[in-house]
């Protein structure tokens, strides 16, 4: 397939450019700085290009299979986060430009306010308070996708992340906010970002999440 990746050199999105080409797709990477991209491979073409414009963003969506992101932004105390629900926007309108339908893109479990009320005590009280205006504005991106219905997305909703390769192990799944235990409540725990975007590429051929947002672990 042809993809193009937003957030390439962010620690996922590198694991999803190596893991995408290694599975003999053609990749996209729309980065700020080329130089950060350090493989190098004849199906890999890196272009710089502004990720809240459309109009810069659709000339390198035109042909393309699907586009994924792994997009990244950092929370602030000082100010609020906004560049989920922003740049989502631009990569609609380009989306729409180039005549591309499909989209894989990453946010969070608890992104829903009242999703985190069966946490456990130090992410309820402490984690989720620190990150809630990213979490916030991950949501407010959800809320754009949902009302787009001319695109095929999916949002994939990892925990915790570890900078780890991907591994073999199986994903548990849920559509919603966090993956339950037996009891129901949270499962906990984290996932490599290598296993992250091997569930992302999962999706190329498949059609279960589509329109949906899945939680995902590892067992």
Request: net charge positive.
């Amino acid at each position: 397939m042809k993809i193009t990746v937003l957030g390439a050199t962010g620690q996922t999105g590198q694991y999803l450019v190596n893991q995408a080409l290694q599975q003999g797709h053609t990749v996209t990477a729309i980065v700020r700085n080329p130089g950060k991209i350090a493989v190098h491979h004849d199906n890999l073409k890196v272009v710089e290009a502004d990720i809240f414009s459309a109009d810069s963003l659709k000339t390198h969506f035109k042909g393309q299979d699907v586009i994924m992101s792994c997009l990244g932004f950092q929370y602030s105390f000082f100010s609020g986060v906004t560049g989920y629900s922003l740049s989502m926007s631009s990569v609609i309108g380009a989306m729409r430009e180039a005549r591309v339908n499909k989209i894989i893109t990453m946010t969070s479990w608890y992104t829903e306010p009242a999703s985190g009320v069966q946490s456990p005590y130090l992410i309820r009280f402490l984690l989720l308070p620190m990150i809630r205006s990213v979490l916030t504005n991950m949501h407010e991106m959800e809320q754009v996708l949902h009302k787009t219905e001319d695109i095929n997305w999916t949002v994939v909703r990892p925990p915790g992340l570890k900078n780890i390769s991907a591994t073999a192990q199986e994903f548990l799944t849920n559509e919603g906010y966090f993956v339950a235990d037996s009891s129901g409540k949270p499962a906990g725990g984290s996932v490599g970002k290598g296993d992250v975007a091997r569930f992302m590429l999962s999706l190329l051929n498949s059609n279960a999440w589509v329109k949906k947002g899945v939680a995902i672990l590892t067992k």
